[in-house]
């Protein structure tokens, strides 16, 4: 394992970088980011922590706005269903995010994309906690044997009737760690082969920050289709609101790190985006 390599990635539980200085003492988030910095991190671990939250309540007791736990809300869902499947097969897609994230933090010399990479890798390591405990309290494993996406495809039981239109279903499941360095079987939309994952690690300055931004656009792109697809057909509620919000959260970023590769004189990568259900 290299120095790039984050310690949490290999498990499929990454944990955020923690800054640290090249002197004796670690210098505090004000002294690394400033105020303006330091409160948009601070406000961001304050959401995560409401929505983490409000996700266990409503999990644990059904709608906010109800006195006991309804039925619908309880029912374990089946191993094939788009609840189960966005949730193993996102872990995967963020895996790499973070990985990527991780590898910009390490090589910019611009605070702004240094703050960026920052709150992708706190964002996505705890929704990546979140899932994985909605798959530990259902008693389903955390990587699924099926090929990535197979719960859009009409062919699970839980999405039964809802046409994909053409969407490519991956061959071959993955291990969070496969799929993060780039493995090719494994990848699904938007996520960056190994040699552009090995191309990213090797870059510095502001060539890291033109490439991580593209590789991120392109990444969050390809996300957005299985969000989509889970925030409409997913049972659980709680399920889809979770990609709903994802999907608004990562649809701003995109417009933000475009607005960020403009200002570098860079464009994003060229992407064609999944087909999305027919029905």
């Given at each position: ?49 409401v929505l983490i939250g409000a996700t266990l309540g409503l999990a644990l007791g059904g709608s906010s706005n109800s006195a006991a736990p309804t039925s619908s809300s309880l029912v374990v869902p089946a191993a094939d269903s788009v609840d189960v499947g966005f949730a193993q097969d996102m872990i995967v897609h963020h895996s790499q995010g ?182």
């Amino acid at each position: 394992m290299t120095d790039h390599d984050p310690s949490g990635v290999e498990s499929s539980q990454a944990t955020p970088t923690t800054p640290t200085s090249t002197g004796s003492a670690t210098p505090g988030l004000l002294g690394r980011w400033g105020a303006r910095g330091t409160a948009i991190v601070l406000g961001l671990g304050a959401v995560v922590l409401v929505l983490i939250g409000a996700t266990l309540g409503l999990a644990l007791g059904g709608s906010s706005n109800s006195a006991a736990p309804t039925s619908s809300s309880l029912v374990v869902p089946a191993a094939d269903s788009v609840d189960v499947g966005f949730a193993q097969d996102m872990i995967v897609h963020h895996s790499q995010g973070v990985l990527m994230a991780h590898y910009a933090e390490l090589d910019t010399e611009d605070p702004d994309i240094g703050l960026l990479a920052y709150d992708i890798n706190y964002t996505q390591t705890a929704q990546i906690g979140q899932m994985q405990g909605w798959l530990a309290l259902w008693d389903m494993p955390q990587i699924s044997s099926r090929p990535h996406m197979a719960w859009m495809t009409g062919s699970s039981s839980a999405s039964a009737g809802h046409d994909m239109g053409g969407m490519a279903v991956t061959t071959g499941p993955a291990t969070a760690t496969s799929a993060a360095t780039g493995a090719d079987s494994t990848l699904m939309p938007g996520m960056a082969t190994q040699a552009e994952m090995d191309k990213l690690k090797s870059l510095h300055g502001k060539e890291s920050d033109i490439y991580f931004l593209q590789l991120m656009i392109r990444h969050h792109q390809g996300g957005g289709p299985m969000m989509a697809y889970a925030e409409k057909y997913a049972s659980n509620p709680v399920v889809q609101n979770f990609a709903g919000k994802m999907l608004i959260a990562q649809t701003g970023e995109i417009q933000t790190m475009t607005g960020m590769l403009e200002a570098m004189g860079a464009k994003p990568l060229p992407f064609t985006p999944p087909a999305m259900p027919t029905s």
